[in-house]
């Protein structure tokens, strides 16, 4: 599975961003769709998950929201009201068959794929 990154950039607090993720070489309604960051200096975190459920870390809820076009092989990563803290690189990722269990939908140790990574600037 090869997956492409794009759609980060620079922008204000309280602003907004919409990531897109492309997935290519196997299908895509079968893969579940993970996105993750990662700030200089720190662990990579979890986002949110796409798949037969939608999970979101905490720290992301009712600002972010992840969707999948199965059609175009693409899972999106809309950003709303967004806050210095959130600037990072943002990963997607993918978890294909046998998927890994259920309750480690937040590990990026379960998703055997990454995208490139595209970096988002929240400036103050």
């Known amino acids: 599975v090869q997956l492409q990154a794009s759609g980060g950039g620079l922008v204000q607090a309280g602003g907004s961003l919409r990531l897109s993720c492309a997935a290519s070489g196997r299908s895509f309604s079968g893969i579940a769709m993970g996105w993750f960051r990662q700030a200089p200096g720190k662990a990579r975190e979890f986002i949110g998950r796409?798949?037969?459920?939608?999970y979101y870390a905490d720290s992301v809820k009712g600002r972010f929201t992840i969707s999948r076009d199965n059609a175009k092989s693409t899972v999106y990563l809309q950003m709303n009201s967004l806050r210095p803290e959130d600037t990072a690189t943002y990963y997607c990722?993918?978890?294909?068959?046998?998927?890994?269990?259920?309750?480690?939908?937040?590990?990026?140790?379960?998703?055997?794929?990454w995208g490139q990574g595209t970096l988002v600037t929240v400036s103050s």
């Open positions: 796409s798949f037969r459920t939608t």
């Open positions: 990722a993918a978890d294909v068959p046998p998927y890994s269990i259920l309750s480690n939908y937040w590990n990026p140790d379960g998703y055997e794929y």
